[in-house]
């Protein structure tokens, strides 16, 4: 499973599987991460560890996926977003999910194009319900989440905190194809606008 999406400005990012091979990628990634970006995914200035990086490429199949967004740099692949979801053991058909990008890929329409896929690829390994949580303050991942048909419902434990959630067994919701893409060929084509 892999598929190509191009940006407003011409870039082509590749959109694949993570693999363990992958952990000089992950590596270099987060650490590439603006303070900003790095607290809005964890929730905390902590940056992850080595262990969780090679967790976060040495997946299990079974429970997890994650995919990356790649693209080349001076003939050199970089990874520029993530997205993943891992299965929920005590909730049969549940499964937690997040999303990060490079803080430049950010606005581009990169993470439509991501969760989409994400999405697709849930639905299509048995997930029914993807859930996740968000700073209440991040205004562009509640945005993209409402875009893609997620339920938005401040946590009751916390208000700096929303959860997301998103029924992918209700005939009724939205497409999980985004609305301003294209799929040919395997090639998304991305309009300039804000996601």
Request: charge should be negative; glycine fraction near 0%.
């Given at each position: 499973m892999s598929e190509t999406w191009v940006a407003g400005d011409g870039t082509v990012v590749a959109i694949r599987p993570i693999r363990a091979a992958?952990?000089?990628?992950?590596?270099e990634f987060v650490n590439g991460l603006s303070a900003r970006t790095g607290y809005q995914r964890l929730m905390s200035l902590r940056r992850p560890s080595l262990e969780e990086l090679r967790r976060f490429t040495d997946i299990d199949p079974e429970r997890e996926l994650a995919l990356i967004a790649t693209t080349a740099v001076h003939s050199r692949e970089r990874l520029v977003g993530v997205a993943?979801?891992?299965k929920d053991?005590?909730?049969p058909g549940d499964a937690?999910?997040?999303i990060v990008l490079a803080d430049e890929w950010q606005g581009r329409g990169l993470g439509?194009?991501?969760l989409s896929s994400l999405l697709d690829a849930a639905k299509t390994r048995g997930v029914r319900r993807l859930l996740g949580t968000a700073l209440s303050v991040n205004g562009p991942m509640l945005e993209l989440a409402r875009k893609l048909g997620f339920t938005l419902a401040r946590d009751p434990r916390s208000a700096t905190v929303t959860n997301l959630a998103r029924d992918l067994t209700d005939s009724r919701s939205r497409s999980l194809s985004p609305t301003g893409?294209?799929?040919?060929?395997g090639v998304r084509r991305g309009?300039?606008?804000r996601t």
């Open positions: 992958d952990l000089a990628l992950e590596q993943r979801y891992v053991e005590y909730a937690e999910f997040a439509t194009t991501l893409m294209c799929a040919t060929d309009r300039p606008k």
